[in-house]
Every structure is written in structure tokens, then in C-alpha cells.
């Protein structure tokens, strides 16, 4: 699906850029072009998708156990990490600031440090409600996607109330991240309005040009990933490499 879409916005692009042959397209339009079209809508669906999940667990863990709504947060849960994989392949930006897009989604996890983040956080979370604060200064591995699929897909021997608190504060941070990076992208003095002065922007690109070429990197780039980072390491050089137990 991913790949499905990444041929998508790459054929819109060169379509969009084939009339204007004889006067290629600015980068700067063709950059903020491709971040309202394409990159912002996906975002702010993302975004509200996790608002969504944080919101079902909070409902669900009002008396201190989320099994009767397990099904309820598994969907949540899987229509926000598919807004994740519609746009985790895109560098440029506020996904990139702060080891935003690492707290979503830590991977792969060659350490299990996952169980060990959230172990750490279920701890925290034995006695009383965490604070954002708390799950910010966590390990990145505990603070997203695969952390919470944990509290979802597996059991473990933590109180059910601290596993509550635990996917409340994980689901919140989500949200608040998914947020941060739709603001970031849209503030007033941000890298898009930046973009459509025809400037560049301290952060994230030294002029339209690169933010154009980095787009379109990551667009191809978008391929690789999936093949590097979640295709191989689970089927390996050959079938007797392969190593099921990884696809998370």
C-alpha cells in the first residue's frame, strides 16, 4: 500500500511538471505544491487519528482495565499506525526534530529495548497517572507504536491498572507528537509559509531548491525503506534466513 502510494505521488508530480517543459515549475512551488496536496493532508489525518486512539483509552481505562475495549483500541490503534506508514518515509520537516519520528515508531528493536522502555514505564505508572513530562524523558523505544502494540498484542505480568495508565500515556503522547508536527508545519513563520515567500528555512532546508530535491528523495527513498527497514530483515537473503518472529 505504501509503495502503491509513493508511485502515486510521484506520477502526480511528473504529470503536474510535464506541461510546463518549455518553463519548468519553481522549486518552491513545486515543493509546497507537493506539502499541501500530498504530506499535509496525510499528516493531519494522522493526527487525527491519534487524537482518536488517545481518547478511546482514556474511555476505556476509566475503572483501570482496557480488556473489555481490547478490540475498540486494536482498531484505534492499527487506523493510527496506518497514518503513520503514509508519511513515516518523509524526512524533511518538524517530523524530524526533537527524535520525533524515533518516538513514534522505534525500529527495529535489536535489543528489545521496547520491553525494557516499557517495563520501565508500567513501573512508573504502578501508583499513579504518569505526566507527560515522565513519558517524555523515557526512552524513545517506549514512547510509541510499538510500545502500545505491546499493551495490545501481549500479556505481560503488570498490574491492569499500571498497563492503563501506561497506554493512556503512550496514546497521549502520540497525539500530542502527531500535533507538533502538523503545527510545525503550519506556523505562521514556519518551513512552509517559508517555502511560499520563496525562502529557505534555518531548520530544515538552505532554499526552495533542496526542500524540492529532499521531497523527492524521500519519495523514492520511500521504496527502500520498507525493503531495508521492514521487508528484509524478516525474509532475509534466502528462505532458510528468514525470521518471522521480527515482523512487528
Not at 30 to 51: K, N, Q
Not at 129 to 154: C, I, K, M, N, T
Request: hydrophobic residues 45%; proline residues 6%; aromatic residues 6%.
Amino acid at each position: 500500500m505504501l509503495a502503491m502510494r509513493l508511485r502515486l505521488a510521484l506520477i502526480a508530480l511528473l504529470t503536474g511538471a510535464a506541461p510546463a517543459l518549455a518553463a519548468p515549475t519553481a522549486p518552491g512551488p513545486l515543493a509546497s505544491g507537493m506539502i499541501e496536496s500530498y504530506l499535509l493532508p496525510r499528516y493531519e489525518t494522522f493526527s487525527r487519528a491519534t487524537a482518536e486512539q488517545a481518547q478511546a483509552w482514556k474511555e476505556a481505562c476509566r475503572d483501570g482495565d482496557f480488556s473489555v475495549d481490547l478490540e475498540t483500541l486494536r482498531e484505534r490503534f492499527q487506523v493510527a499506525a496506518d497514518g503513520w506508514a503514509a508519511v513515516e518515509h518523509v524526512t524533511i520537516g518538524p517530523a524530524s526534530v526533537g527524535l520525533r519520528a524515533d518516538r513514534i515508531y522505534f525500529g527495529p528493536d535489536r535489543r528489545n529495548a521496547v520491553a525494557k522502555a516499557l517495563g520501565e514505564l508500567e513501573a512508573k505508572a504502578a501508583d499513579s497517572d504518569v505526566a507527560e513530562e515522565a513519558v517524555q524523558r523515557l526512552s524513545v523505544a517506549g514512547q510509541g507504536f510499538p510500545a502500545l502494540e505491546r499493551l495490545l498484542y501481549e500479556t505481560d505480568k503488570a498490574p491492569a491498572q499500571a498497563r492503563c495508565r501506561a497506554g493512556v500515556a503512550i496514546s497521549r503522547n502520540l497525539a500530542m507528537i502527531a500535533g507538533e508536527i502538523v503545527s510545525g508545519w503550519r506556523a505562521p513563520d514556519g518551513p512552509l509559509a517559508r517555502l511560499k515567500r520563496g525562502e529557505g528555512d534555518p531548520l530544515h532546508f538552505a532554499d526552495p531548491a533542496q526542500a524540492a530535491a529532499r521531497l523527492m528523495t524521500d519519495l523514492a527513498g520511500g521504496f527502500q525503506r520498507v525493503n531495508d527497514m521492514k521487508l528484509f530483515p524478516v525474509l532475509g537473503s534466502a528462505p532458510d534466513m528468514a525470521r518471522p518472529k521480527g515482523a512487528r
